[in-house]
Every structure is written in structure tokens, then in C-alpha cells.
């Protein structure tokens, strides 16, 4: 019996789809480690006198992303500067690509992602969108040609591509035990299965 996954020829490259501007933004560099994170929210319930304080679940947090993207961009005119505005567009209300002048009552993007995070693509809300422009990384024309963006990305759990993440989650889940007691069992036996 085989449970190999299957290797594919190729590999996609890391991209960001801004939702909200209607833009593709991708690298040929990746992003560094990304910090997936859930707050489980539990509170202590002091009683006087007794020893312990019982704990009482309150739900969870949102789904928050962090990761930093370094833009590397060695030239002698524009350096890295529209790689640049593109992300510009993440930290400004949401106009699209062909309107000029934000109204009042415009959100801040959503973005579609999923790379590197072992989930469906799923629709976040743009919390942090800031760039480091590194020392010393400037052309003749004084444009930036290294800089990191620094990311944070909050779920939108109430986009009904979530309930897609929560069938694959549960499906995964159940796949997940499978392989890996027959992982394990294997592994019990001499082979090594990593």
C-alpha cells in the first residue's frame, strides 16, 4: 500500500492577490519564516476560599498572519520602486487601479492569500503593510533598491471562502491521522518515512 504524495514539476511563485485594487502583486523572492497565530481565549474565574480558580472558555481570536518580504531590486534607474507602490496600494483606502482619489467611506484592501500557510486561499484583511528601506541599498538617482515589507494579515472568517477552509481542515485532519499512524507504523518497523 502507497500513501505517497505525488512531486510536481514545477512551483508556484509567491504571490498576494489584492481583492480590493484588483492587482496581482508576486516576487521572485520569498518571504521569510511566517508567523501563523490564533489566540484561545480563557478566562480564571476566582471563587473565595477555594484552592484553584476554574477556568471558563470565551471562544477564540482571529487568524492572524505575520511574515516579511524582502524586495530586492539592483538597477541603476528606478531601483525597487514600483514593486514598491504596488504594496503602496495595500496601505491606502481601496480605489482600484483606475480610480485616482479615495472617498470617505472606502475600506482598506482585502487581499486573497494562501501561500506557504497549508490552507485553502483565504480572504485577509491588510493590518500592516510597512517598508524598511535598507541603508546603503540606494542608486545614483537615490531610489531604494532593498527594502522589507513587513506584513500583517487578519482572516476574514465571515467570506464564504472560509467555510472552504473549514471542510479542508476537517478533511486534512481526518487524512492527517491516517497517514500519519501508517507513518508511524512503518516507522516502528525499520523504514523511515521522511
Known amino acids: 500500500?502507497?500513501?505517497?504524495?505525488?512531486?510536481?514539476?514545477?512551483r508556484l511563485?509567491?504571490?498576494?492577490?489584492?481583492?480590493s485594487n484588483k492587482q496581482l502583486i508576486t516576487s521572485t523572492i520569498i518571504p521569510g519564516d511566517i508567523k501563523d497565530t490564533k489566540e484561545i481565549?480563557?478566562?480564571?474565574?476566582?471563587?473565595?476560599?477555594l484552592n484553584f480558580s476554574p477556568i471558563l472558555p470565551g471562544g477564540a481570536g482571529n487568524?492572524?498572519?505575520?511574515?516579511?518580504l524582502p524586495l530586492i531590486k539592483r538597477n541603476n534607474t528606478i531601483g525597487n520602486v514600483l514593486m514598491l507602490k504596488q504594496f503602496d496600494m495595500l496601505r491606502n483606502n481601496a480605489v482600484g487601479l483606475t480610480g485616482v482619489?479615495?472617498?470617505?467611506?472606502?475600506?482598506?484592501?482585502?487581499?486573497l492569500y494562501y501561500w506557504g500557510i497549508g490552507s485553502v486561499p483565504l480572504v485577509f484583511w491588510v493590518k500592516k503593510c510597512d517598508a524598511t528601506h535598507k541603508q546603503g541599498w540606494t542608486n545614483a538617482l537615490g531610489?531604494?533598491?532593498?527594502?522589507?515589507?513587513?506584513?500583517?494579515?487578519?482572516?476574514?472568517?465571515t467570506h464564504p471562502l472560509y467555510l472552504a477552509e473549514e471542510v479542508f481542515r476537517?478533511?486534512?485532519s481526518l487524512a492527517g491521522m491516517v497517514m500519519n499512524s501508517y507513518d508511524t507504523i512503518k516507522s516502528g518497523q525499520g523504514e523511515k518515512r521522511y
Not at 500500500?1 to 514545477?10: D, G, I, R, T, Y
Not at 511563485?13 to 481583492?19: H, R, V
Not at 531604494?144 to 472568517?157: C, T, V
Request: hydrophobic share 45%; charged share 20%.
Open 1 to 10: 500500500m502507497s500513501l505517497n504524495v505525488p512531486k510536481f514539476a514545477f
Open 13 to 19: 511563485p509567491w504571490f498576494i492577490l489584492d481583492i
Open 41 to 49: 481565549i480563557l478566562s480564571e474565574a476566582p471563587i473565595p476560599g
Open 63 to 68: 487568524r492572524k498572519l505575520a511574515f516579511t
Open 101 to 111: 482619489f479615495t472617498g470617505q467611506f472606502e475600506s482598506t484592501p482585502q487581499v
Open 143 to 157: 531610489m531604494p533598491q532593498y527594502s522589507e515589507i513587513e506584513f500583517e494579515l487578519w482572516l476574514d472568517e
Open 170 to 172: 476537517k478533511v486534512s
